[in-house]
């Protein structure tokens, strides 16, 4: 198996382009929509290394990273994950500055499977000038899908075809016209169709090939969940999620060759299909090369921070911009409330679900949260594809107003869809596990968990500074007027809170972090209810796993607090699935960080990081949060396994009300 895994790997191997004198590749793909990504790739491979360009990328993710709270846990990770996470990124970062490269493309992809390979998707570096500045696609995304006899296989997704020639209308002719013989024009014949090879290799060696470099998570089985499609809950409406095989944040596959035997045949088909690379909606249009660097390749107006007190209001901005998967948050809600995110080099996709698929008006909600009921009115779901919303106090409301319809409607048994939630507002997490258990030990005062920010040098100077009273106005992350003592009494102004650090040894680094924080959440804005909205026990939280940072903070203390069962759906039935993954505590990014040290004077510290040149984004895990079994450790590194590995069926699969109604039959008898 290892050696078909290092096979697979071997053929995306990205080939060398760009001899000197060759004509600019770029003019071939500018202005164009869909292109080959071979195309593209020779463009992206033309551009050079700049000696001055790699040191800055390289000296600001370095130094960034002093501020991440994980990277020594990283380098091997306590069980359960010690296999799956075993990254020295300093050092692989040293060595990158080292290695002579064929271009900045091939550098790039270096770097970011790096990264990637710490498997936390709040410390992701993107670049924004190759990810998904072309998004490349098949229009045969894949699920894993159980037969009658209990028996699961890989298949085309059966909604594939309804999916591509309407979101791929302008290039469903080149696919059609690219299969060959009988299969000719015949590419809605092939959904639902049984994969039974990729590449000439098992399904799952594919899938495991990529699970090694698509980073964000530590399990296995959630990273082998992306491969696949998927469904979201947006501020937009239903959106349908290709997965990593069908849709690509890099030009790096031409084509796949699929063996298949399609729906009501006997026959076994061999054929390969191209990829095609279309343009991404926030790429800035360009000509050739220079133009390509110019417009979509270096820093912009909110890549790097700035100094608070120099500006009406400080640069608060989502980290991650368009990579974080959450609707647009106003400046001073962010500043107000801290928030746990994802980040993701392929954005958040924006193909509608089929109607067909979208579950019927809801009873109540907006935005990412709608509320149904199904059939015989016993069970309720709140679909919650973000903990993240443009209102805080909204969101709020939206939320307790919506579980109160429901309750009012007769449910007694509630379904929280958190499938691809990607995290957002802390403190929403807290609120909703608060209001479905109701005022307990568990809930009051903190619903959550207790934390720690990591305490390096830089750390420590900007806490100094802001003592000195450096942040007049309370606009940074580091100001105590944030935090709490561990039994959730509020820090006294101008404390040094990093002060004495806490020093730890870790996989034989010498580490320091913050004394523990509590709770910053309670009181809440509004006031929550006296008693219990659901019993948790007839509570079911439902996803795909790719339920992160603040899904996860919730997921968990409603897990392992108040006993709701915990189901992912469509899981290889053979690998231990997890209900989450990157926990974290709180996520942030080099652009606050950057204003951090902007606005204390310590920009000319050598510890600080440099501005970024190019159109660059650094993702870290600001605070983490310690475990609730294991109260010392990070919860990050603990164990979350389901209850229940649901089977996705033909029926079911991308069908939420369908798979709602399916697993509450299954959960609850009803």
Request: proline share 7%; aromatic share 8%; net charge negative.
């Amino acid at each position: 198996m290892v050696s078909k895994v290092l096979t697979v790997l071997a053929a995306i191997a990205v080939p060398v382009f760009g001899a000197p004198g060759q004509a600019d590749p770029c003019v071939a793909v500018g202005g164009q929509k869909w292109v080959a990504p071979s195309a593209l790739r020779a463009c992206f491979q033309s551009i050079p290394v700049n000696a001055t360009t790699k040191s800055n990328i390289l000296e600001v993710v370095t130094k960034t990273l002093a501020f991440d709270t994980s990277i020594n846990y990283q380098i091997r990770a306590p069980e359960p994950f010690t296999q799956d996470v075993h990254e020295n990124v300093l050092a692989d970062l040293a060595r990158i500055g080292a290695q002579r490269y064929a271009s900045e493309f091939d550098m790039h992809i270096d770097l970011s499977r790096s990264v990637k390979r710490l498997m936390d998707g709040h410390c992701v570096y993107i670049n924004a000038c190759y990810d998904s500045l072309f998004l490349t696609f098949l229009p045969l995304p894949l699920s894993v899908l159980t037969d009658a006899r209990g028996q699961q296989a890989v298949h085309i997704s059966p909604e594939a075809f309804s999916v591509a020639s309407v979101e791929f209308a302008d290039e469903i002719s080149v696919w059609q016209n690219a299969l060959p013989g009988a299969l000719k024009g015949q590419l809605a014949s092939l959904s639902a169709a049984k994969v039974i090879a990729i590449n000439g290799a098992d399904p799952w060696v594919a899938v495991n090939a990529n699970a090694q470099i698509a980073g964000s998570f530590q399990a296995l089985g959630t990273r082998q969940n992306g491969f696949f499609s998927s469904y979201a809950r947006t501020d937009a409406g239903w959106v349908y999620s290709m997965g990593q095989f069908a849709q690509q944040s890099l030009p790096l596959n031409d084509q796949a060759i699929l063996t298949v035997q399609r729906v009501n045949s006997t026959r076994i088909e061999t054929f390969a299909i191209p990829y095609r690379s279309r343009i991404g909606a926030a790429t800035v249009a360009f000509t050739d090369k220079a133009s390509l660097i110019q417009k979509n390749c270096v820093a912009t107006a909110g890549t790097n921070g700035v100094n608070a007190n120099a500006n009406d209001q400080p640069s608060s901005k989502v980290p991650g911009g368009r990579f974080a998967p959450i609707p647009l948050i106003s400046p001073m809600q962010l500043k107000k409330q801290p928030i746990s995110l994802s980040l993701n080099d392929a954005p958040q996709s924006d193909i509608v679900l089929p109607p067909v698929l979208q579950p019927p008006a809801p009873l109540a909600g907006t935005g990412v949260a709608q509320f149904y009921t199904l059939a015989g009115g016993k069970t309720g779901v709140l679909a919650l594809g973000s903990f993240a919303e443009a209102s805080f106090d909204v969101f709020e409301t939206t939320l307790l107003t919506g579980l109160q319809t429901l309750k009012s409607s007769g449910a007694t048994q509630l379904i929280v869809d958190v499938t691809n939630n990607g995290g957002g507002f802390i403190c929403i997490a807290h609120w909703l596990h608060r209001i479905i258990a109701g005022p307990k030990s568990t809930t009051v005062p903190q619903a959550g968990l207790d934390t720690k920010a990591r305490a390096g040098p830089l750390a420590q100077l900007i806490v100094q500074k802001i003592v000195e009273g450096a942040d007049p106005n309370q606009n940074l992350l580091y100001n105590s007027a944030n935090w709490a003592f561990a039994n959730g009494t509020k820090f006294p102004p101008n404390i040094d809170w990093l002060q004495p650090p806490v020093n730890l040894t870790i996989n034989g680094h010498q580490d320091s972090f913050s004394q523990r924080l509590g709770q910053e959440c309670q009181p809440f804005d509004m006031t929550a209810p006296d008693e219990p909205l659901f019993d948790t026990s007839k509570v079911a939280i439902v996803s795909n796993g790719r339920c992160a940072s603040s899904c996860s903070l919730f997921s968990i203390t409603m897990a392992k607090e108040e006993g709701a069962k915990m189901i992912v759906f469509g899981g290889n039935k053979a690998v231990q699935q997890e209900y989450c993954g990157t926990v974290g505590g709180q996520s942030s990014d080099f652009s606050t960080m950057d204003t951090e040290v902007k606005t204390t004077g310590l920009k000319s510290n050598p510890l600080a990081p440099p501005d970024f040149l190019t159109n660059s984004v650094q993702g870290i895990t600001w605070r983490l949060g310690f475990g609730i079994q294991n109260t010392q450790q990070p919860e990050e590194w603990q164990d979350h396994p389901a209850d229940i590995n649901f089977p996705l069926t033909a029926d079911t699969v991308n069908n939420p009300l369908a798979l709602w109604t399916a697993i509450s039959k299954s959960v609850f008898g009803a």
